[in-house]
């Protein structure tokens, strides 16, 4: 569905039904450079077991229209504004790598807009090394290739997808070559940025459940254990042999953590 926030249109999936926000509310936020396709399997489950979904394409992102915001404070008002937008006045937030910075970062200056908060592949600090920044700047294939390399676990790289015929490596490049110019130096400029994460992360006043993968490169699972020990009450799961990519990579896994009862 399409809707306006702060006067510009936004592409929203709803998970393949209508959305209904009587339901209990899941927004799903994406990583750098990604957009709501990210999300392709667990908004359709989200959606067909009780759920209201709201998995936006970010300003700039898909099917939305740019220009992309620069910061993740401005990505957390944004998602904030998504809900009353849609008119949900609580939502469990779930956010992957650069979508988990801004759902925590709501969930410490929104606390009454949330019920919960799930991070995916995230970490204390999301520094991002100057050679991609570089790379992401000049719009060139090194960055995708560095970011889709870096992203996928090596399982996935040699193949490894659920779907018969996918090719996930394959599939997160055409995905980061879909974005505008500049939208995705925009978005690794923000996580790199971000310096919050932990005095944000100890306001955190909803379960929270943090999902890592025990061989990501991009944020790697003792980074984001640091930030687990700062959420209060956090529960944390590690994916064996797992890379970043935990919603291609390990969807069924990914799907058990993030609706396990605490």
Known sequence: MKLTINAHEALVATGGRDFDPALPAVVLLHGAGFDRT????????????????????????????????????????????????????????????????????????????????????????????????KAAEADGEAAIDMVSIWGLGFRAELGGCLAPGLWMHGGAQRTLQRCAPGVLFSDLSACNAYADALSAAASVNVPTTLVLGERDMMTPAKAGNALASAIPHARTVVLPGAGHMLMTERPDELLAALTAKA
């Open 38 to 133: 990210t999300w392709a399997l667990h908004s359709r489950w989200f959606a067909h077991h009780g759920f209201a979904v709201l998995a936006p394409d970010l300003p700039g992102h898909g099917w939305s229209p740019g220009p992309a915001l620069r910061s993740i404070g401005e990505m957390a008002d944004w998602t904030i504004a998504l809900l009353d937008a849609a008119g949900v006045p609580r939502a469990h937030l779930i956010g992957h790598s650069m979508g988990s910075l801004i759902a925590l970062d709501a969930a410490a200056r929104y606390p009454d807009r949330l019920t919960a908060l799930s991070l995916i592949g995230t970490a204390a600090t999301m520094t991002v090394g100057p050679d991609l920044l």
